[in-house]
């Protein structure tokens, strides 16, 4: 099977699920799935495994929707370099610690879908140097208490942004003239909202869709929000979720 290419619906409940998994170095497409907690030695076993795959353009790795341990997440965050060539990268429900350096290296990747347990304002600039990047779904579990001022030449072919986390993320978005210059379609949290809009959204030339995940159910508050959101020049779509 060393030829292969294409393997999807792996489904990570032991050690024996894996096991000479690297050794598929013609794989260009990986989809796998893991329980609830992924712990040693299989986190470590994985991890080597498919940061030996270098010529992966698609991967894809489902786990629960409960963080995992620490431990686990920093293996996978500490890979050495890999995957030069990928263009999509989903770790969906999959929590790292933070946003991997490795990441930042990964020029052909168009299609992003990354959990954390913290950011900084740095990670989302450099997420912002991507080249490719043309869709970026970003969760963190917490965020940091400044603006993210996303600015001119960042993200400069990203078309769709999601951006959610436990705190209302309209305090922390922030745009600057010039950035995000392709961007039609936002999708944000506002967990809490404390009344405000991500700053600079009228930087926004093309955006036409705006999606909010809304937890408060005040619908006085929502309709707020939603004509303040209609006030954007270019009259997108405004969807309270």
């Known amino acids: ?73 920093q293996l996978l965050g500490s890979l050495s370099n890999p995957f030069r060539h990928i263009e999509r990268l989903e770790l969906h429900c999959w929590w790292l610690w933070r946003v991997p350096k490795w990441l930042f290296g990964l020029h052909c990747l168009r299609f992003l879908k990354l959990s954390v347990e913290e950011t900084s304002t740095q990670d989302i600039h ?64 506002a967990c809490d909202w404390v009344g405000t809009i991500p700053v600079g959204m009228e930087h926004l030339l093309h955006l036409q869709e705006i999606k909010v995940y809304w937890f408060p159910n005040d619908k006085d508050v929502g309709d707020t929000l939603k004509e303040t959101l209609l006030m954007h020049p270019n009259h997108p779509s405004v969807t309270l979720l």
């Open 126 to 189: 450099l997420l912002g140097e991507l080249p490719s990047l043309i869709h970026l779904e970003f969760e963190a579990l917490e965020i940091p208490n400044e603006r993210a001022m996303i600015g001119t030449g960042l993200f400069p072919v990203l078309e769709f942004l999601k951006v959610s986390s436990g705190k209302d993320t309209t305090v922390y978005l922030a745009f600057e003239a010039g950035a995000m210059p392709s961007l039609r379609t936002l999708w944000f949290s």
């Open 1 to 73: 099977m060393k030829s292969l290419h294409t393997l999807r619906g792996l489904d990570v409940k032991s050690l024996k699920c894996f096991m000479g998994l690297s050794e598929l170095t013609n794989l260009r497409e990986l989809r796998m799935s893991v329980g609830l907690s992924l712990a040693s030695p299989k986190a470590d076993a994985l991890a080597c495994s498919i940061g030996k795959l270098y010529n992966l353009e698609r991967l894809s790795i489902s786990g629960s929707d409960h963080v995992v341990e620490r431990v686990d997440s």
